[in-house]
């Protein structure tokens, strides 16, 4: 899936993709279900807040603002995402 998160601390956002570290085809950075940002908004739905650690045990909290099936996502980029 490709999802855009929102930074909550920040407001910063950031899209990816959530699958396999090192996929060759990715058209954008990769972060794996198991790195502690995929792990916390796997099952996310849009609009949900969730929270993760970074390895210095700094808590972030983070909005899932879409996640849209990879390929589908370029038709996906003209479409405003939930704020």
């Given at each position: 899936m ?16 959530l ?16 790195s ?6 796997a099952?996310?739905?849009?609009g ?10 700094a ?9 849209v ?15």
């Amino acid at each position: 899936m490709v999802v855009t998160v929102r930074y909550d601390a920040t407001g910063d956002t950031d899209t990816f993709l959530l699958g396999v570290h090192g996929a060759e085809y990715a058209d954008m950075a990769v972060y794996s279900i198991q790195s502690p940002l995929g792990a916390a908004i796997a099952g996310a739905r849009p609009g949900e807040r969730r929270t993760y650690h970074l390895p210095t045990g700094a808590a972030l909290a983070v909005t899932l603002l879409k996640a849209v099936p990879y390929g589908l996502h370029i038709a996906d980029l003209n479409q405003p995402a939930i704020h």
